[in-house]
């Protein structure tokens, strides 16, 4: 089992920053590929970014050098930062914890506008 917290959203004006966080309990963090995902209203939850045990990380091409993933396995927190933001980021958060279960967080909200 994990539990997983998420942090860091909130309303920014386009062009703006935030760094969402994700802190996990319950398991070894440092074993999952962790993701964050997200879901606009009358759309499907979509990957915005991953990154595995290893390191190696992986975003959809929409957020491509706008968005950077990385984790901290001594605090099992996953970041994500996110420059540049537009009005079409605007979702709710999700963080996930994949291994041989999925596990999700609660989501934070991301409001891009001016």
């Known amino acids: 089992q994990v539990q997983l917290v998420e942090s860091g959203g909130g309303l920014v004006q386009p062009g703006g920053s935030l760094r969402l966080s994700c802190a996990a309990s319950?398991?070894?963090?440092?074993?999952?590929?962790m993701g964050w995902y997200r879901q606009a209203p009358g759309k499907q939850r979509e990957l915005v970014a991953s990154i595995t045990s290893g390191g190696s990380t992986n975003y959809a091409d929409s957020v491509k050098g706008r968005f950077t993933i990385s984790r901290d396995n001594a605090k099992n927190t996953v970041y994500l930062q996110m420059n540049s933001l537009k009005p079409e980021d605007t979702a709710v958060y999700y963080c996930?914890?994949?291994?041989?279960?999925?596990?999700w967080g609660q989501g934070t909200q991301v409001t891009v506008s001016s």
């Open positions: 996930n914890a994949a291994r041989i279960s999925s596990y």
């Open positions: 319950g398991s070894i963090f440092s074993r999952y590929t």
